[in-house]
């Protein structure tokens, strides 16, 4: 039997709420019979942990081995085969977000040297917590062990937000939309890139003033809609765009990915940033799709992003070594 170890953090918020059942319910890891779930939040929650853990085991799962709950992140990342690092402070009302990132540099920077120290090179870390992709980076940078191309951040809520809008734009199916990019940080500067989408290998045509009056910002400021509607932030869809990521990253994809990965000069992009590009993901890895014609205003606002990105690098560079 093939069993997975998988660590989940901030397993007591409410994108955990959803994640774990989803996983459960039919495994996103290729050849994988059973997984051995670590739940991992801070002391506080531990009562809580416990509460789910019994509506888990409730459940009756045929893919559940073992499950364990803990404030421990040495035991909860030992042996881990992946790290779904959800766990992270929320803006608190009057928060500056500079306070936000420097808090969270903090619980990253600590929970990557334990990673660095108990983690095989083969362990792969999903990073989803806010801000992801500068949390990311800080991870890559604190754990010299882990390969990069094993450290990715969740872009896949924007590319799934962003091809759903789309296919409602045009009056299609959702998965007849291929090559959605998302380009750069997972906050209102991402830029959703529609012009290399085919849907059914033919090339869709939109008006350029909806992509730049109506689609863009609707994609870049959607996670603000869900909270202002709502009352509270994505959570099911969050967690659905996790599993796909999950799914990507183990089973490969046919299509266009974007997921945030450490940069190295594409696209005339900064090297050394967690960045969205466009991936073609298989088993064996990502490879960045190279030479995309991108046009001027795309550019100008990739730019943006970059340049926030470069900002938010600054404000955690005693954190990176
Ligand atoms: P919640 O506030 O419901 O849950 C966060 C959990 O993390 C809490 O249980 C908290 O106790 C725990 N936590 C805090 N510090 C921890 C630590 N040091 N170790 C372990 N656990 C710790 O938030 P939720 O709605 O679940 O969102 C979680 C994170 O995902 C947030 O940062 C949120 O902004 C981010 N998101 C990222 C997305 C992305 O696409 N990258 C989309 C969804 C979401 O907004």
């Known amino acids: 039997m093939n069993i997975k170890n998988i660590c989940i953090t901030g397993a007591a918020g409410n994108i955990a709420y959803s994640l774990i059942f989803r996983v459960l319910s039919n495994l996103p890891f290729k050849n994988t019979d059973k997984i051995n779930l670590t739940l991992l939040d801070i002391t506080q929650s531990q009562k809580s942990l416990i509460g789910l853990r019994y509506e888990v085991e409730d459940c009756a799962f045929s893919t559940l081995n073992s499950i364990e709950v803990t404030d421990n992140a040495e035991n909860a990342f ?3 085969d992946y790290i779904i690092m959800v766990g992270a402070k929320p803006r608190s009302k009057g928060m500056e977000r500079s306070d936000l990132i420097l808090d969270n540099a903090n619980i990253f920077k ?44 969740l872009m896949k809520l924007d ?78 869809s969050a967690a659905s765009a996790i599993y796909d990521h999950i799914n990507i990253i183990d089973n490969g994809s046919n299509s266009w990915e974007s997921l945030g990965i450490m ?11 967690m960045f969205s590009l466009p991936l073609n993901v298989t088993t064996e890895g990502y490879q960045v799709i190279k030479d995309l014609k991108i046009d001027t205003y795309i550019k100008t606002l990739i730019k943006l992003s970059e340049k926030e990105l470069l900002k938010e690098r600054d404000i955690v560079k005693s954190y990176l070594p």
């Open 78 to 80: 030992q042996e881990s």
């Open 110 to 153: 600590t929970q990557a040297l334990i990673i660095d120290k108990v983690c095989s090179p083969s362990t792969k870390v999903i990073v989803v917590g806010n801000p992801a992709n500068t949390n990311a980076l800080i991870l890559n940078y604190n754990t010299p062990s882990i390969p990069n191309r094993n450290i990715t951040s």
């Open 159 to 236: 590319q799934n937000r962003a091809k759903s809008i789309l296919a409602e734009k045009i009056n299609e199916q959702v998965e007849d939309i291929q090559q959605m990019i998302i380009w750069g940080n997972h906050s209102t500067t991402q830029v959703p890139d529609l012009s290399n989408c085919l849907l059914n290998a033919e090339q869709i045509n939109v008006d350029d003033i909806w992509i730049q009056n109506t689609f863009i910002p609707k994609v870049q400021k959607r996670g603000g809609e869900i909270i202002e509607f709502r009352g509270l932030s994505s959570a099911a």
């Open 263 to 273: 940069t190295s000069g594409e696209y005339d992009i900064e090297s050394g940033l």
